[in-house]
């Protein structure tokens, strides 16, 4: 069978923060490829291994995504040596086509789901920091050694977990508690929804919403059936960017009644499919459990005294 297009993923061996000084802008922050690091493909079916049956590991790439602290720049290059950029340019401008008009330059369009996006593509390949051949190549684009702006990058971040957010509330929602939601529609700017609304009312919107940003970004989804082994029939599902599987991971994660939580000690995101976990990891338990062991004792050690 013919490979999929998109089933797999570009990752280079290492990658860099520094400033690149432009003519037309100031210094800006890249995540930049080091092409002389070597790089690899790896297929994106290998990314949802690290979630069991129970419960995600913490390198699964969408728990790791939901706890990056977009502030410090070593963990974005931890995560990015593991998994590669995000994708930004495939996911923004899609396939890019050019129409040329008799006597005036081509106009070049990026083909998006739902229509086109006229483009400057000089433009957008200066700011990838890509050859303009490598950009309008749609199978080069996706080999190129092309960078990402930091601030670019970690606004996806941010806005990632905000849909983490909004699972994890809803969740704790669902259990009957109805502040989770109120909060979240009033820092939402709909304070007038929040207060006259009910749980059922606001959880039913949130859910709505929740569907709306994931399907917003899960964008050139391609899946095919195919003959597996032993007789049995198997699925390739194929992305244009790393940011589309991670929402249909998590997409997938929430159907599966997987739930996102937050740590009681650290606050991180979790998720899992056990009703008691209350901690992200092993280790956020064992202190925890230690820490209500040393307040037990303290009492005690009072009275002693």
Request: aromatic residues 12%.
């Amino acid at each position: 069978m013919q490979e999929l297009r998109w089933s797999r993923w570009f990752r280079c061996g290492k990658y860099v923060i520094e400033k690149v000084s432009r003519n037309d802008w100031p210094d800006v922050e890249y995540i930049r490829p080091v092409p002389e690091s070597g790089h690899i493909f790896y297929d994106f079916a290998e990314l949802g291994r690290k979630r069991g049956a129970r419960k995600a590991e913490k390198t699964y790439i969408v728990q790791w995504l939901l706890n990056l602290d977009t502030s410090k720049n070593e963990e974005i290059l931890n995560f990015v040596n593991h998994f590669g950029l995000l994708g930004l340019l495939q996911h923004y401008y899609g396939e890019i086509a050019a129409v040329t008009l008799e006597g005036k330059t081509p106009l070049h369009f990026a083909h998006k789901p739902g229509g086109f996006l006229l483009i400057n593509a000089q433009q957008v390949a200066d700011l990838y920091l890509i050859s303009l051949e490598d950009f309008l190549d749609n199978d080069r684009r996706q080999k190129a050694f092309a960078s990402e702006p930091l601030i670019v990058f970690k606004k996806e971040v941010e806005e990632f977990q905000k849909v983490g957010e909004l699972a994890h509330r809803i969740h704790k929602a669902a259990l009957g508690s109805g502040w989770p939601l109120r909060g979240w529609f009033s820092a939402g700017g709909m304070k007038e929804l929040a207060e006259a609304a009910d749980n059922e009312t606001l959880l039913s919107e949130a859910r709505k919403r929740l569907c709306e940003s994931v399907n917003r970004k899960i964008q050139y989804m391609r899946w095919v059936l195919a003959p597996g082994e032993e007789g049995r029939w198997s699925e390739h599902t194929g992305f244009d960017s790393l940011i589309s599987v991670v929402y249909y991971l998590l997409a997938k994660d929430i159907e599966s009644n997987f739930w996102c939580g937050r740590c009681e000690r650290c606050n991180g995101f979790f998720l899992s499919s056990v009703g008691s976990q209350r901690h992200c990891t092993r280790q956020c338990e064992d202190a925890a459990r230690k820490a209500k062991k040393r307040q037990a004792v303290k009492p005690a050690n009072k009275a002693v005294v």
